[in-house]
């Protein structure tokens, strides 16, 4: 079994910047791709920021030019810096191991970002 898990999550400002870590452990799969999706009150889960089995990034509209996914393969840690964060951006944040060669999906129990004004 992989386990997920998520911190760095907090409450911060309008214009304030927070940086969350994920690790997975445990039974890992050669080849697995990490990433970032975020869930709003009454809203769907949607894709923040993620790595690619090619090894390139994808990044929601809305996040473009002040999130940035890094990762660490050593560690199984995958980051999101958010910058210039805005109220809009409060959510959970949750973090997605996708070990796609085995259809496997893992997912980490969430983090609360949230934004005051």
């Known amino acids: 079994q992989v386990q997920v898990v998520e911190s760095g999550g907090g409450l911060v400002q309008s214009g304030g910047s927070l940086r969350l870590s994920c690790a997975a452990s445990?039974?890992?799969?050669?080849?697995?791709?990490m990433g970032w999706y975020r869930q709003a009150p009454g809203k769907q889960r949607e894709l923040v920021a993620a790595?690619?089995?090619?090894?390139?990034?994808n990044y929601a509209d809305s996040v473009k030019g002040r999130f940035a996914i890094s990762r660490d393969n050593a560690k199984n840690t995958v980051y999101l810096q958010m910058n210039s964060l805005k109220p809009e951006d409060t959510a959970v944040y949750y973090c997605?191991?996708?070990?796609?060669?085995?259809?496997?999906?893992?997912w980490g129990q969430g983090t609360q970002v949230t934004v005051s004004s």
């Open positions: 790595f690619t089995s090619g090894g390139s990034t």
């Open positions: 997605n191991y996708n070990a796609y060669n085995a259809g496997r999906v893992h």
């Open positions: 445990g039974s890992m799969f050669s080849r697995y791709v």
